[in-house]
């Protein structure tokens, strides 16, 4: 947790109302009742780290008062800026804190071994110290994080072949990633990944188009694919200026494909058709017999009579 705040009435600010210590006393928490008045004592707001050191606590034991303390609303928890590299914020855990949370924590130690299993090895402290990180720290449910670890699984999978397992360490950077958009529970991380896997089937359909699909895409080609994606072009229409562009540059040019794209999509057009259409040269108007006027009929029609006299 990354600092604290205390809900204080007016007449609490010195002394603990009579309605507070009744919440803590409900508590059975000793410690949750030292948290509290340590952050009482530095008027609501404190680091972790500091409270660490001020009340000898080891950060498990800190863990469990907060959470306490939460659960009872007497004070709310600041969650840590994701935008931040992990390691730049991710408590140290100690080996001490890593045996309580697997000793404590039946989700965490079922967790432990669901990736253990994943990844096919035993993992180390510092694996450890990673994936506690994600669920004390980040706070990651264990089901998110057991999607997360299948997640990167999948994709290093799909970029090397069988075999190729992440790191703790590119499990981090992606619950990070996770954490900036929002999927911290359990429906909104499935979501995502059904996204993510329609994408994938539709950048995959992109690729044949281009007469590219024996291979994954490069990055800046994978950037391409998504923005024709999130644009809604059918694989039809992506071969279709890919066709154009064979046809104009002799070869697959990724930026000249993408102007025709974009092109497309500002003018709305979306189908071979209205391409066809919308590409069309506007008929040249046809030219207009001038209809004679009155008068020169006449005039003419004398010249004629006088003509057969002679």
């Known amino acids: 947790m990354d600092g604290y705040t205390i809900h204080l009435s007016e007449d609490e600010n010195i ?13 059975g928490s000793g410690d949750a009742a030292l948290l509290y008045m340590a952050l009482l004592q530095n008027h609501g707001s404190m680091e972790p780290k500091r409270l660490l050191e001020e009340l000898h606590w080891t950060q498990t034991r800190l863990n469990e008062a907060e959470s306490a303390l939460l659960s009872s609303g007497l004070v709310n928890s600041r969650r840590p800026a994701v935008t931040e590299a992990p390691e730049d914020h991710r408590p140290d855990y100690t ?19 669901n990736v253990e299993q994943l990844l096919g090895k035993k993992l180390s402290t510092p694996d450890l110290n990673i994936l506690l990180g994600l669920y004390d720290y980040l706070g990651l449910p264990c089901e ?21 397992r992440p790191t703790l360490r590119q499990i981090e950077r992606e619950g ?14 499935n979501a995502y990944l059904m996204k ?12 044949a188009a281009l007469r590219l699909g024996g291979r994954a895409p490069s990055p800046t080609e994978e950037k391409y694919l998504l923005s024709w994606a999130e644009m809604g072009f059918s694989a039809e229409m992506v071969e279709l200026a ?8 002799k070869e697959l040019r990724w930026g000249y494909l993408n102007k025709i794209l974009c092109s497309w ?46």
């Open 196 to 207: 993510y896997a329609a994408r994938k089937e539709q950048t995959a359909q992109y690729m």
């Open 242 to 249: 890919y066709d154009k562009t064979v046809l104009n540059c």
């Open 144 to 164: 998110v994080i057991f999607l997360l670890v299948n997640h990167c699984i999948e994709r290093l999978t799909a970029k090397y072949g069988s075999g190729r």
């Open 15 to 27: 002394v603990l109302s009579a309605a507070t210590v009744r919440r803590l006393l409900s508590l």
């Open 265 to 310: 999509y500002e003018k709305g057009l979306c189908t071979p058709e209205e391409v066809a259409a919308g590409d069309r040269p506007a008929a040249p108007p046809k030219r207009q017999r001038r209809t004679p006027a009155a008068g020169e009929n006449v005039e003419r029609m004398k010249k004629y009579l006088e003509e057969m006299k002679k």
């Open 95 to 113: 080996r001490e804190d890593v045996a309580a949370q697997l000793e404590g924590d039946q989700r965490f130690a079922q967790l432990v071994g």
């Open 176 to 189: 990070y990633a996770w954490a900036r958009m929002g999927l911290l529970d359990l429906d909104s991380a």
